[in-house]
């Protein structure tokens, strides 16, 4: 963890380069600048990307804000060793489209740093971070949320729980649309034979954990990953998060794209979550997709090669799915341009 101190809250922006680039047809100049937002756990550091066209206006007057995944997932969809980059690739779709993009690493993942102990830190607070951002969204017309992963969950509790902040369509890729400890559970039959001893305690603690307990005495090694104790109190706080009651909550006429991949071994569809989704009873402008070939980083899978879309950053995204963003970013767009 970083562990910066600052005596005042601020807001800083230095532009680090523009260039000119030819998009979808039009000429564009994009921005690329960093923008800095301190709060009383430390400091939030992301790029504010601003599409511009050949007058120097904002292109569309649109902003995505783009949520990565969970863990220490940075700004660019990048966790652990290898450069996946999902988030550029994404952020590269709204920019041929005219629309500016916002990417930030959470607290104490890059650039962001974080004064607290792990300890200290749940789920609710990392949605409270993305209101840090508020600010960076005066000027734009429109604000359109995509969030990956955990992302998505976030941005799901945020529309839900902050009809303050202006969000006026989402974009969900691969988000848990379910308890988080029945995904991780499934996850974890993968791994380990549920009637083993570790799966018997790995399932005892998920349901502890599900039901607002801290865990008792010592937590087996070979689950220390998952349940050590300082990240307890984040997954009490993660699993009581109810991602159909917040789609519930949300304004009917908010577009939500959800999207998930036929390989993804991480969030998959499922029946029950596919016909909840279907259902108006949910939200009536729930727009559903399943992308047979597309795994979990929103690339196409690799045939004999499981991890590849893991591991190799040079992979661009699904066509299928990179094409399917594409109309549902013209879809929110053409919303954007009647509401005007």
Not at 251 to 277: A, H
Not at 301 to 329: C, H, I
Request: some cysteine; charged content about 20%; aromatic content about 8%.
């Amino acid at each position: 963890m970083h562990s910066t101190r600052f005596s005042r809250t601020y807001l800083s922006i230095i532009v680090l380069f523009c260039f000119p680039i030819l998009l979808a047809a039009q000429k564009l100049k994009i921005q690329e600048v960093r923008v800095s937002n301190s709060n009383a756990t430390g400091t939030l550091s992301g790029t504010l990307t601003t599409v511009q066209n050949a007058r120097k206006m904002r292109a569309e007057g649109i902003l995505a804000i783009l949520l990565p995944g969970s863990g220490p997932t940075d700004r660019h969809g990048n966790s652990g060793p290898y450069p996946m980059r999902t988030l550029d690739l994404v952020a590269a779709e709204c920019h041929a489209q005219g629309i500016s993009t916002l990417q930030f690493d959470k607290r104490g993942i890059g650039a962001s740093t974080y004064e607290g102990t792990e300890a200290e830190m749940t789920y609710s607070d990392l949605v409270q971070d993305i209101l840090q951002w508020s600010p960076w969204t005066q000027g734009f017309s429109r604000i359109f949320i995509i969030g990956h992963s955990e992302g998505g969950q976030m941005a799901l509790t945020l529309a839900a729980k902050h009809p303050e902040f202006p969000v006026h369509g989402l974009i969900l890729l691969a988000a848990p649309a379910e308890p988080a400890a029945d995904i991780l559970w499934r996850q974890l039959q993968r791994q380990m034979d549920p009637t083993s001893e570790y799966g018997r305690r790995a399932k005892s603690a998920l349901d502890s954990l599900q039901d607002g307990l801290l865990l008792e005495g010592a937590v087996p090694m070979a689950l220390q990953s998952l349940f050590r104790p300082s990240v307890q109190p984040y997954l009490v706080d993660w699993f009581k998060d109810d991602p159909i009651h917040h789609l519930k909550l949300c304004e009917e006429r908010l577009p939500v794209y959800f999207f998930y991949g036929g390989k993804d071994i991480q969030v998959e569809l499922t029946e029950d979550v596919r016909q909840e989704l279907a259902s108006r009873d949910a939200h009536p402008s729930v727009q559903l997709e399943l992308i047979p070939s597309m795994t979990h980083p929103l690339k196409a899978d690799v045939l004999g090669q499981r991890m590849a879309t893991y591991t190799n950053g040079d992979l661009p995204l699904d066509p299928e799915f990179a094409q399917k963003l594409s109309a549902a970013l013209q879809a929110l767009k053409d919303l954007a341009h009647g509401a005007q």
